[in-house]
């Protein structure tokens, strides 16, 4: 899964590198679904997953090195219908730097859309599925 920057990642990024405004790294970040993608640019619109027991995931990533400029999760995720999350279709996927609430600092599309229906059913990103990259 490819991934599009915040307008918000990119000026704290571009500002704290060029030291004209210092960016506190999150404690930790967090994996959403959608089933109404934001404008993945501004953060502004969409609709986040909601019942079911849904909540966002702390996720973790691997360490940008050899002027990679990229990251991808270390380990899967999965929400499952009938215990964290309601039937429905979901859209796509955001990196927030809160567990609730926040800023949107990346995501992107599931393209078709992932439809579940039945107690059991997941949705799943595996370990390497969520791509961050500078590029």
């Known amino acids: 899964m490819a991934t599009t920057n915040s307008d918000y990642l990119e000026d704290k990024v571009v500002n704290h590198v060029l030291g ?31 019942g079911g027991g ?46 609730a609430g926040g800023n949107l600092l990346f995501g992107d599309t599931f393209g078709a859309g992932k439809a579940v229906s039945a107690a059991g059913e997941t949705i799943t990103c595996a370990a390497g599925d969520l791509a961050y990259s500078t590029t």
């Open 20 to 50: 004209t405004a210092a960016f506190t790294m999150p404690a930790a970040v967090s994996l959403a679904l959608f089933t109404v993608n934001p404008n993945f640019e501004t953060g502004a619109g969409g609709t986040e997953a909601t």
């Open 54 to 99: 849904y909540a966002r995931k702390a996720v973790a990533f691997t360490t940008s090195s050899g002027g990679a400029g990229a990251a991808t999760n270390t380990a899967e995720k999965k929400w499952t219908v009938g215990t964290d999350l309601a039937a429905g279709t979901y859209t796509g996927w955001g990196v927030h730097d809160a567990a």
